[in-house]
């Protein structure tokens, strides 16, 4: 056992009910669903952030999710649209500290909506937008 939930799941130690496994990443239903159907695609090797995860990882977490979005669509599980969310750090929301990414069937009056404070009304100045902008552009190194 480890103090980690997920890698606790990936080696059989806790249960779960798997829909994909391969070598880099694995899927499976997350146990208190925002809609039936609602999965977590997570990556075996243990990392907290997206940040943190290997480059090959975090491609690969995106491959899966496209994969089992398609089998979700077709399952029968009632899904018009999919939600894929990704809570990166405690303050945006994670509470298990694996990487992991949902995916979240969603269909017209589910009743889930989600939510802004007040703030997200006030349009950005393209003065700020490019100032951000600005910030980011600088710690990538730049556009060529
Ligand atoms: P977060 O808030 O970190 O983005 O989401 C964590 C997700 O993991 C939640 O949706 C929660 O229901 C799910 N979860 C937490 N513990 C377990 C568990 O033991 N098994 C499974 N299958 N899902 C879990
Ligand atoms: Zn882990």
């Keep these: 056992m480890t103090t980690c939930i997920f890698c606790n799941i990936l080696s059989g130690l806790s249960p779960a009910n798997f829909v994909y496994r391969d070598d ?3 899927a499976f239903m997350d146990i208190h669903p925002v809609n039936p159907g609602h999965m977590l695609v997570i990556p075996h090797s243990h990392s907290t ?3 943190e995860l290997d480059d090959m990882s975090v491609g690969h977490m995106f491959q899966v999710a496209q994969k089992v979005d398609v089998a979700l669509r077709s399952s029968g599980i009632k899904c018009e649209g999919v939600n894929l ?3 990166d750090g405690r303050s945006a929301g994670q ?3 694996h990487v992991h990414l ?3 069937p969603r269909f017209h009056g589910d009743g889930h909506h989600l939510r802004f404070s007040p703030s997200y009304f006030k349009l950005p100045s393209p003065t ?3 100032k951000n ?3 980011i552009r600088n710690q990538m190194g730049g556009i060529p």
């Design 24 to 26: 880099l990443c694995s």
């Design 49 to 51: 952030l997206l940040s």
């Design 102 to 104: 949902h995916v979240i």
């Design 85 to 87: 969310f990704m809570a």
């Design 95 to 97: 509470e298990v500290m």
């Design 133 to 135: 902008a600005k910030m």
């Design 128 to 130: 700020e937008l490019e």
